[in-house]
């Protein structure tokens, strides 16, 4: 079964930087697509940035110019580099992965079919 694991929570003051790391674990899997979500109470979970395996990336509106997701697949893990934080990036972080095959990975939520526990960010103004 395979586990994906995040770390790198903490708060920031608005304008700060914040590096979050998703680990892979448990049987040998090749995913063509991960990606970071994000979720605040009361809102839907959304897309911040995804990676394919083949290196494409895609970034959210609101994130793009500001975070950097990138992929060490020697090392099993993902991370993503958010740079010039603000307020309302505060959210609950999700590290996820599709393990069926896709030539695209989108930033929907529900194409995603494992996901990791979370990891809390706080930006503060």
């Known amino acids: 079964q395979v586990r994906l694991v995040e770390s790198g929570d903490g708060s920031v003051q608005a304008g700060g930087s914040l590096r979050l790391s998703c680990a892979v674990s448990?049987?040998?899997?090749?995913?063509?697509?991960m990606g970071w979500f994000r979720q605040v109470p009361g809102k839907e979970r959304e897309g911040v940035a995804t990676i394919h395996t083949g290196g494409f990336t895609v970034y959210a509106g609101s994130v793009k110019g500001r975070v950097t997701i990138s992929q060490d697949k020697a090392a099993r893990t993902m991370t993503l580099q958010m740079d010039t934080l603000r307020p309302e990036d505060t959210a609950v972080y999700y590290c996820?992965?599709?393990?069926?095959?896709?030539?695209?990975?989108?930033?929907?939520?529900?194409?995603?079919?494992?996901w990791g526990q979370g990891t809390q960010v706080t930006v503060s103004s």
């Open positions: 448990g049987d040998t899997y090749r995913f063509d697509c």
């Open positions: 996820a992965a599709n393990t069926r095959q896709s030539p695209y990975c989108y930033l929907a939520p529900a194409v995603y079919n494992v």
